[in-house]
């Protein structure tokens, strides 16, 4: 059975990487917040992050 997409509770693919990108970028944060990663690291890890998923308008 397919599943029915209709259904607004549902979240879209896009939704769900979205979310995967920003719970991603949190512990990034959080990585640089604590000095556990540099500047640097950081800025190096959310651009690749950005650029591999797609998510260059959410930055």
């Known amino acids: 059975m397919v599943p029915n997409n209709s259904d607004s509770s549902t979240p879209t693919r896009e939704d769900q ?3 995967l ?7 990034l944060d959080l990585f640089l917040k604590n000095g556990a ?3 640097a ?3 190096k890890s959310l651009g690749d992050l950005t650029r591999k ?7």
Do not use: C
Request: aromatic share 8%.
């Open 17 to 19: 990487l979205r979310n």
């Open 37 to 39: 990663i540099t500047q």
């Open 53 to 59: 998923m797609g998510m260059e308008k959410e930055r």
């Open 21 to 27: 990108y920003l719970s991603q970028k949190q512990t």
């Open 41 to 43: 690291q950081y800025d």
